[in-house]
C-alpha cells in the first residue's frame, strides 16, 4: 500500500544520482604556497576520478615542481607562458592573461574553472561556471603591513580584483579571518571558508623535542614584507643558537631581502624542508600578514613547537596549540624562543599540540570542501513541489 506524501515530504529536493566528477581547469604559479596548494588539491582529485588541468601562470615551474606534478596521474601541466596578475606590470598585461585563459578554457571545455588568481575572472568571458579562491590580496597585505593610502600600482589591481571577485560564481578562502576581511575590503558576500590541508611528508622516523637538535627553523617567501622574516634575523642575534631560513629571498619583481645573522637556506625542495623540519625543536612564523600559512601546517604536521604573531589568522588555527608572539617585538621573541629551547618537555608538548591540531587541517577536508563548491556551481541542488 503507497502512503500519500506529506507536505515536508514534496518540499524535499528530489533524489538524483549522484554528479560524475567535474572536470576541473585550474590555475595555479610557482611562486609561492598557491603551488603546493594547488598540486596537493590536483592530486587529491585525481585520486577521485577528477580530470584536472593545471594552468600555469607567471615564472616557469621549477624542475622538482615539474616533476612532482608528472608524478600525479591524469594530472595535464601546461606552462601558460602568461603574466600572473600580482607582478605584471600593467592592467593590459594582466587582461591579455585572462583572454589567453578565457581561450583556453573555450579549447578544453571543463565543468569549473577554479580560479587561485581570480582577478582573471573580470576580462576571461568564461561560458562555464567560476570558483575563485582569496588566497591573499595586495589591498589586505597593504592595510596590514604598510597601512595608509595604496600606491597606484596597488589600486588598479585591487579593482581588478574587486570586478574578479564579482565575476566569479562563489568565493572560497583558507580562514574565516580573512573570509571577514575580503568581504569587508570589497563588499562581497563572505566567501566560504574551506580551510587549506596539506600531505604529511615522511622525512625519517618522528623524533620528540628531546630527540631533536638545537636550533630554530623559519621558511617561506622570505623577499615579502608581509612574512617579516627582519624580526627573526633581529632575534637571531640575541640568540646562543642558530636561526634557519629557507626560501627565495629576491622576488620575481628583483626585490630582495638580506639577513645579517639568520643563515639562509635558500629555496628547497618539499622533502628537504621536511627533513630541517623533523630536526627542528621549534619552528617560528610571525608575519605581520598571513591568511593561513601552509609552512606553518606543515611545521605542526611534523612536531615542532610553533612560535607565530599574534595575528587573527593564526589565532583562528592554532589558539592552544601554539606560543604567540609580538611581530613588533625583537627582544620578547627571543626570549620565548630561548625559554622554549631550554624546556625541551614544553617544546615536547607544544609540538604534540601543534600536531594534533593539525590533523583538522588535512587533504580529506579540503578536497571535500571543494568538490562541494564545485558541485554547488555545477549542479545546484533543485528544490521541486510534487503536484
Not at 152 to 177: H, I, K, M, N
Amino acid at each position: 500500500m503507497l502512503l500519500p506524501l506529506t507536505s515536508a515530504q514534496r518540499k524535499q529536493p528530489l533524489a538524483e544520482p549522484p554528479p560524475e566528477p567535474p572536470y576541473v581547469l585550474m590555475t595555479a604559479d610557482s611562486v609561492g604556497g598557491v603551488w603546493t596548494y594547488a598540486l596537493d588539491l590536483s592530486r587529491d582529485l585525481a585520486g577521485q576520478g577528477t580530470r584536472v588541468t593545471l594552468a600555469v601562470l607567471g615564472p616557469s615551474p621549477h624542475p622538482d615542481q615539474v616533476a612532482a606534478a608528472a608524478a600525479v596521474d591524469g594530472l595535464e601541466l601546461i606552462d601558460t607562458g602568461q603574466a600572473l596578475d600580482w607582478t605584471a606590470p600593467d592592467e593590459a598585461a594582466v587582461r591579455r592573461t585572462a583572454k589567453a585563459l578565457g581561450d583556453l578554457a573555450a579549447r578544453l571545455g571543463p565543468d569549473v574553472v577554479h580560479l587561485n588568481s581570480p582577478a582573471l575572472a573580470a576580462d576571461a568571458g568564461f561560458t562555464m561556471p567560476v570558483v575563485g579562491v582569496c588566497h591573499s590580496c595586495m589591498a589586505s597585505w597593504w592595510a596590514a603591513v604598510r597601512g595608509g593610502e595604496m600606491p597606484e600600482d596597488f589600486r588598479w589591481r585591487t579593482e581588478l580584483l574587486r570586478r574578479g571577485y564579482q565575476a566569479c560564481d562563489v568565493l572560497v578562502a583558507p580562514s574565516a579571518a580573512f573570509a571577514e576581511a575580503t568581504a569587508d575590503l570589497y563588499g562581497v558576500a563572505p566567501p566560504v571558508v574551506v580551510h587549506n590541508g596539506r600531505y604529511v611528508r615522511k622525512a625519517g622516523p618522528r623524533r620528540g623535542a628531546m630527540g631533536r637538535e638545537r636550533f630554530v627553523f623559519t621558511a617561506g617567501r622570505l623577499w615579502d614584507s608581509g612574512k617579516n622574516v627582519e624580526l627573526l634575523d633581529a632575534a637571531a642575534k640575541l640568540l646562543d643558537v642558530p636561526v634557519f631560513a629557507a626560501g627565495p629571498l629576491e622576488s620575481p619583481t628583483g626585490h630582495r631581502v638580506g639577513l645579517t645573522t639568520a643563515k639562509a637556506l635558500g629555496r628547497l625542495d618539499g622533502a628537504s624542508v621536511a627533513g630541517w623540519m623533523a630536526r627542528a625543536p621549534v619552528f617560528a612564523s610571525l608575519p605581520l600578514y598571513e591568511p593561513f600559512g601552509l609552512t606553518v601546517l606543515e611545521a605542526a604536521q611534523a612536531g615542532c613547537a610553533l612560535v607565530l604573531s599574534d595575528i587573527a589568522s593564526f589565532r583562528e588555527l592554532w589558539d592552544g596549540a601554539a606560543i604567540f608572539a609580538d611581530p613588533g617585538d625583537a627582544k620578547a621573541l627571543a626570549g620565548t624562543l630561548r625559554r622554549l629551547l631550554d624546556d625541551p618537555l614544553e617544546a615536547r608538548r607544544l609540538g604534540t599540540a601543534a600536531r594534533r591540531r593539525a590533523a583538522r587541517y588535512d587533504m580529506d577536508r579540503l578536497t571535500a570542501g571543494m568538490l562541494d563548491v564545485y558541485r554547488s556551481v555545477t549542479h545546484p541542488v533543485r528544490s521541486e513541489v510534487i503536484a
